[in-house]
């Protein structure tokens, strides 16, 4: 696999949203270590949202994820249930 089939965006910088983003972590541990989701803060790359249509503050007010091509429709969900 060259890179994970899911991207998660989150804002560290906020405590609620920080520890929403580490029981999030927790909770697909097996998925995070096999390099199959990542996990990335958008305070350390504030551009990467545009690429995909979101803002900082759509970030911050709501998780988002990218797939592999960069789409933002790919759902959490699907990964959890195994497919």
Known sequence: ???PLLTVWCNTR???CDAGIDWQ???LLA???AG????????EQPDAPAHFGASL???RRRLH????????SARMSRLRSGG
Not at 36 to 43: A, L, S, Y
Not at 65 to 72: C, H, I, K, L
């Open 1 to 3: 696999m060259i890179g």
């Open 14 to 16: 906020g405590p609620i």
């Open 25 to 27: 972590r927790n909770k």
């Open 31 to 33: 998925l995070v270590r």
């Open 36 to 43: 199959t989701v990542e996990f990335k803060d958008i305070n």
């Open 57 to 59: 503050d759509d970030i």
């Open 65 to 72: 994820a990218t797939d592999e091509a960069g789409s933002s």
